[in-house]
């Protein structure tokens, strides 16, 4: 199902940026400057994402608080929109997910959201939509029912294929069975997406605990397990954390190992952090020079030997961030290439959110103590 964003931006030039980047990254994106409108959107429309133009007043608190008690978007993901000089740790507190800082740029707004969908996509995969192929009875108000193919289902909703569209402001009723269940689900839902093919997702919104049982006993059914060639958790590709040059005009791309591949976007950067060595007390201090979900490169003068695994702790933007990884390739005097070594989703959230928050202020550029 498509993702869809909300942007609540009273300037018109940074909302249409941040609305592009969405649209880009093939999210559906609603941009409005009212924080009022957009607190009625929001009660009446289901957002993966919500972005906030955050300005520390009234209306933009009001806004949060109403958000934290809105019965279909309280689990959304915020990202908040400040000032460059705002301490991002009062916004992490009320609920942000990913900060943004005035006055935005496209590149590193790109790398930001990106980082936030990368994180909306997980928080979707857990969970399970499995493949049907059943038919469903569909009704809406002041429309004669019609029959549809269940292509996919989840718990929070389906993807169908239909003659023709549905209403996208109307509550929508289904009816149909599931292989191998006696009794019918019955749910009702709002289209979420239509596309010209008759493709249709959709949300559920309510689910009687009857039918949410029979969906959840099919899924769990039809669920691959561990051990059965699927793996639970699909790992990510591995991404060299090498730049290509440095500013000390040092070219590392011929340090690259074979095999290595860039698989995500990468971020330059200057930060100050510490390293440790695993199982060593003992902190290196040293500086982040550039970052991706992947990996980074340390820069320090002595850097270690071989494939070390290593611990890195950045504090930087409010917050801290602890990163563990091994060590890909060195070189004296300059640094060497780190590759993350992220064991849960918890971990990778880590890193995405050091990302995004590197990758939103220059300003960010500071030496540890």
């Known amino acids: ?72 978007n309280r689990n959304s993901l915020l990202i908040a929109v400040v000032d460059g000089e705002y301490n991002a740790r009062l916004v992490f507190v009320l609920g942000a997910s990913f900060v943004l800082y005035r006055p935005l740029s496209s590149e590193r707004t790109r790398v930001s959201l990106r980082a936030a969908r990368g994180l909306i996509r997980r928080e979707r995969r857990r969970a399970p939509r499995r493949a049907v192929g059943s038919t469903v009875n569909v009704a809406c108000p002041g429309a004669p029912e019609t029959n549809a193919v269940l292509s996919d289902l989840s718990e929070g909703g389906t993807l169908i294929q239909t003659a023709s569209r549905l209403p996208a402001d109307h509550k929508i009723y289904f009816e149909f069975a599931l292989p191998g269940q006696p009794q019918p689900v019955r749910v009702s839902g709002e289209v979420a997406w239509q596309d010209s093919s008759g493709r249709t997702g959709v949300r559920f919104l309510d689910v009687p605990q009857a039918s949410r049982r029979i969906m959840q006993t099919w899924l769990q ?51 100050g952090a510490e390293l440790h060595r695993a199982g060593a007390a003992v902190p290196n201090y040293c500086s982040l020079s550039d970052i991706s979900e992947g990996g980074c490169y340390v820069e320090m003068p002595f850097p270690l030997e071989g494939e070390s695994s290593v611990e890195i702790l950045v504090r930087t933007g409010g917050a801290k961030f602890r990163m563990t990884g091994q060590v890909l390739s060195t070189h004296p005097g300059f640094g060497m290439g780190v590759r993350f070594v992220l064991r849960d989703s918890g971990e990778r959230e880590e890193v995405m959110r050091l ?11 500071q030496p540890m103590r």
Not at 5 to 21: N, Q, R
Not at 222 to 250: H, I, M, Q, Y
Not at 355 to 365: N, P
């Open 1 to 72: 199902m498509e993702q869809r964003a909300l942007v609540v931006c009273p300037d018109e030039d940074s909302g249409s940026l941040l609305a592009l980047i969405l649209s880009e990254m093939g999210m559906a994106a609603e941009h409005t400057s009212s924080i009022s409108r957009g607190m009625e959107l929001f009660d009446s429309q289901l957002f993966d994402a919500i972005v906030l133009d955050y300005r520390a007043d009234e209306s933009s608190e009001q806004f949060v608080a109403h958000l934290r008690h809105s019965a279909r």
């Open 221 to 271: 059914r039809n669920t691959p397990k561990l051990g059965d060639g699927v793996p639970e958790n699909p790992p990510a590709a591995a991404a060299t954390p090498l730049p290509t040059t440095t500013r000390s005009g040092f070219d590392r791309k011929k340090s690259t190992r074979a095999g290595e591949r860039r698989g995500d976007p990468r971020f330059a950067c200057k930060v």
């Open 355 to 365: 990302v995004a928050v590197l990758s939103a202020s220059s300003s960010l550029d």
